[in-house]
T-cell receptor
């Protein structure tokens, strides 16, 4: 049981480049989330999805886009990367029932130079 | 709005106790507690649902006062492995299980 898998683990981007962070879960969870974590800070919600075909903005969505074509996959797209997007990105998934935790991937460390 | 965690940092000797508090200005359905070590993903500790329940896991326990929208994490007889940053994540009712995280409490346990 792999849980939540994120790729890549590390990436360096130049200003203005684009990339997609991949996230896949094999637990058949309805809910999926993207968070970013800046150094010494808590996690901030970027986007979330309650099921295939349904996505919505979180607290800090500017500069990002998502899609959810399947239950398993929830990629995060960065267009025109900026230094302010240097961060660690975590994908998480959760079942719809209320008494279980969110499962986190291992994170993607992104540096924009 | 982000929940407020206190203290921001605490240093303990092995075997000492600590309490970490989490306070929200919004009504809550649940509170989640995670521990994160440097360079790693957050690790789930426990979830507390509304109803004022208290939960425990080994020497780590937590309480949730839904009327005050507050939760506290209790670490007793701390071990070196407890070192890390502790985050509370709060979930409002009807929020698609979105969590809003506090800024964290850095716990250091010294031998």
């Amino acid at each position: 049981n792999a849980g939540v898998t994120q790729t890549p683990k590390f990436r360096i981007l130049k200003i203005g480049q684009s990339m997609t962070l991949q996230c896949a879960q094999d637990m058949n969870h309805n809910y999926m989330y993207w968070y970013r974590q800046d150094p010494g800070m808590g996690l901030k919600l970027i986007y979330y999805s309650v099921g295939a075909g349904i996505t919505d903005k979180g607290e800090v969505p500017n500069g990002y886009n998502v899609s959810r074509s399947t239950t398993e996959d929830f990629p995060l797209r960065l267009e025109l990367a900026a230094p302010s997007q240097t961060s660690v990105y975590f994908c998480a998934s959760s079942p719809w029932t209320g008494n279980t935790e969110a499962f986190f991937g291992q994170g993607t460390r992104l540096t924009v130079v | 709005q982000q929940p407020v965690q206190s203290p921001q940092a605490v240093i303990l000797r092995e075997g000492e106790d600590a309490v970490i508090n989490c306070s929200s200005s919004k009504a809550l359905y649940s509170v989640h507690w995670y521990r994160q070590k440097h360079g790693e993903a957050p690790v789930f500790l426990m979830i507390l649902l509304k109803g004022g329940e208290q939960k425990g896991h080994d020497k780590i326990s937590a309480s949730f006062n839904e009327k005050k929208q507050q939760s506290s994490l209790y670490l007793t007889a701390s071990q070196l492995s407890y070192s890390g940053t502790y985050f509370c994540g709060t979930e409002p009712p009807g929020s698609a299980r979105q969590l809003t995280f506090g800024s964290g409490t850095q716990l250091t346990v010294l031998p």
